[in-house]
């Protein structure tokens, strides 16, 4: 976003007059502001995506829409329950100081009435995952590229076991991922997922292929074969047993973490719901020209261990 455009939002949203509400007037420490004003800054991006302008105009409904849209991203429950303390906390100020008129935060749905919300890890736990293979065996080798891919990129398990060698692209730093529907996006890759992937493609996956027909697919099972999609679930939930993590950890609990990962750290939502190939139907345009470099910009600033 240009800064000009940028600034008339933050003025029109009121953030500076905000964030000197949460500092001065409710004694919040500096973390809990720039947390507020970041999550605040979220719901600005998701409105200005549906020509909202102003707090004012955001109604009840479009709020709700933001919450399950977070949710839908991946969002752990702790975060998107802040983020609603955020919003009501936001409204709470501006009917207080007459800027609207209503407070469409009031009836927000707690995460903890949902009966379904994904497991997240915590960037400890994921280091003790990605540590977890013993690369003394020459398949751990692959199980550790796998997991460094997976949590590097937040593909689905159908993208990962569906990717072949030539969709590394080692010297740009991304991976050529087809979605659903077959449609193909470029998704930024961090240097230690790169390098655990090259080494498994320079030193394991040949020895694997002249076992079986590995038909082109990077990432390859003991007989030689295209590893399957239950062949990689039983590859991750292994790890996270050997790691000693007693949440449930799936594909998908990798996806969902990468995105919390990353917006946790400040990373903006076009950019993730880029990278993910999750993009709302009714603002495909708005993600789909998003620059490789600014993509990679945002993995490498947000990302823990880009």
Do not use: C
């Not at 500076?16 to 991006?45: C, I, K, P, Q």
């Not at 955001?58 to 955020?86: P, W």
């Not at 927000?108 to 280091?127: C, F, G, M």
């Amino acid at each position: 976003m240009d800064s000009a455009p940028a600034e008339a939002l933050a003025r029109a949203f009121q953030l500076e007059r905000f964030r000197d509400y949460l500092a001065l007037e409710a004694g919040n420490s500096a973390h809990t502001v720039e947390n507020y004003l970041r999550d605040v800054r979220r719901l600005v991006e998701y409105g200005t995506s549906r020509k909202i302008r102003t707090p004012g105009e955001v109604t009840a409904a479009q709020l709700r829409e933001f919450i399950y849209f977070l949710k839908d991203l991946g969002l752990a429950a702790t975060t998107i329950r802040r983020q609603i303390s955020a919003l009501r906390t936001y409204y709470k100020f501006l009917v207080g100081e007459g800027i609207v008129a209503r407070d469409p935060s009031e009836r927000i749905e707690s995460p903890k009435r949902w009966r379904t919300l994904p497991a997240v890890l915590t960037v400890a736990d994921v280091e003790r995952l990605l540590a977890a293979p013993n690369t003394d065996e020459p398949l751990a080798i692959r199980d550790r590229a796998l997991l460094e891919f997976a949590y590097a990129t937040g593909v689905r398990v159908s993208e990962l076991v569906g990717l072949t060698l030539q969709d590394i692209l080692f010297e740009e730093g991304v991976a050529r991922v087809f979605g659903k529907g077959s449609k193909e996006r470029l998704v930024p890759v961090g240097r230690r997922a790169l390098g655990a992937v090259a080494l498994y493609a320079r030193e394991i996956r040949p020895t694997l292929e002249k076992r079986g027909v590995g038909r082109g697919a990077l990432f390859l099972n003991a007989r030689g074969g295209p590893l399957s999609r239950v062949g990689a679930w039983g590859v991750i939930k292994k790890m996270a047993k050997r790691a000693g993590l007693t949440k449930r950890v799936t594909p998908h609990t990798l996806r969902h973490t990468f995105a919390t990962h990353l917006l946790e750290g400040g990373a903006d939502l076009r950019a993730v719901q880029e990278m993910l190939g999750h993009a709302d139907l009714s603002t495909t345009q708005l993600y789909t020209h998003v620059d490789r470099d600014y993509l990679r910009s945002v993995h490498k600033s947000y990302h823990p261990r880009a």
